[in-house]
């Protein structure tokens, strides 16, 4: 089982330790690999520097639907070709979301970022949620 709770400024905080290793990852790549081996190489190097953070992060993240309210998971390669955003609370605070298709209502909305919290050490992927 896996719930999902609304992010804190920490959630904030690992999500830009994530980033600074990938930005690690793609200085690496221009500054050493690019006078080394060519474009190709650093390319797929970033690429696949991208994907490991985004494999990451989804893992760990839910999207809440703006539609139904409904929380749900996607996979790292729906994570990697959607684009985040950042929205204002009327609070002042600032919340991130992508534009995704809820699969509880199928309806398109902004989804908010959630953090996934595992009730238990879980067995398998968790990629079931109801
Ligand atoms: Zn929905």
Known sequence: MA?????????????????????????????????WRGFLPTFLLILAG??????????KS?????????????????NFFTTSSVGKNP?????????????HCGKSSKARVLKRVDAQAAKGSGRLLK
Request: glycine letters at 6%; a positive charge; proline letters at 4%.
């Open 91 to 103: 609070d002042g605070t600032y919340y991130s979301y992508k534009t995704l298709t809820c699969p």
């Open 3 to 35: 719930r999902f709770i609304e992010r804190t400024k920490y959630d904030w905080w690992s999500t830009t330790w994530k980033l600074s290793i990938f930005v690690a990852v793609v200085l690496f790549a221009i500054l050493v690999i690019y006078p």
């Open 50 to 59: 991208l994907w490991m953070y985004v494999s990451l992060v989804s893992r």
């Open 62 to 78: 839910g999207y809440r639907c703006g539609n139904c309210g409904r929380a749900f998971q996607v996979p790292t390669t729906v």
